[in-house]
């Protein structure tokens, strides 16, 4: 005799689960990565260089710009006030008459601004020069809080650092 035993379970089943998005088969670690890859493109995006200024002729360096260092493998030394001198690294095209470099300041509230002058003089050279100016700087310095050196390719100003003689 065949005895055929069934049992019925009257208890509702419970709710179909889910997906979440780790519970796909998709690791965490290409999930890491591609985010990386999504912030990084996104910050250059947003952080781009800034445009080259509009004075600059199809890839000619500035007529002048403020340097850190001559070459890459020297330490970048910043503006520098020693004493009442402005120290300050610049390049600049010409090499075939003496050029002369000034200093215009303005105050807004306790920073004093400077602004490296340059007069070349009508020198058609096309040589690059490198080299380290030495201009006294004008008696607001003295009392100024913070003092900055205007980029002369328009670019963020350089922080001046006091040094001590």
């Known amino acids: 005799m065949l005895r055929a035993s069934t049992r019925f379970s009257l208890a ?3 709710p179909p689960r889910r997906k979440r998005l780790f519970d796909t088969r998709i690791p965490i670690v290409v999930t890491c990565l591609v985010l990386v890859v999504l912030v990084t493109l996104l910050t250059r995006a ?13 890839g000619r360096p500035a007529p002048l710009s403020i340097v850190a260092a001559q070459f890459e493998a020297l330490p970048d030394l910043p503006p520098t006030i020693v004493g009442d001198t402005l120290q300050v690294r610049v390049t600049f095209d010409g090499d075939c008459k003496d050029h002369r470099f000034g200093l215009r300041s303005a105050s807004r509230g306790d920073t004093l601004v400077l602004r490296l002058t340059h007069d070349n003089r009508d020198d058609e050279c096309t040589g690059r020069v490198y080299d380290e100016l030495r201009l006294p700087v004008p008696e607001e310095a003295r009392g100024a809080r913070f003092v900055v050196l205007e980029d002369p390719e328009g670019g963020a100003p350089f922080a001046v650092v006091r040094a001590r003689q």
């Not at 947003?46 to 199809?58: D, M």
Request: net charge positive.
């Open 12 to 14: 509702p089943m419970p």
């Open 46 to 58: 947003l952080w781009q260089r800034r445009p080259p200024p509009t004075h600059r002729e199809e």
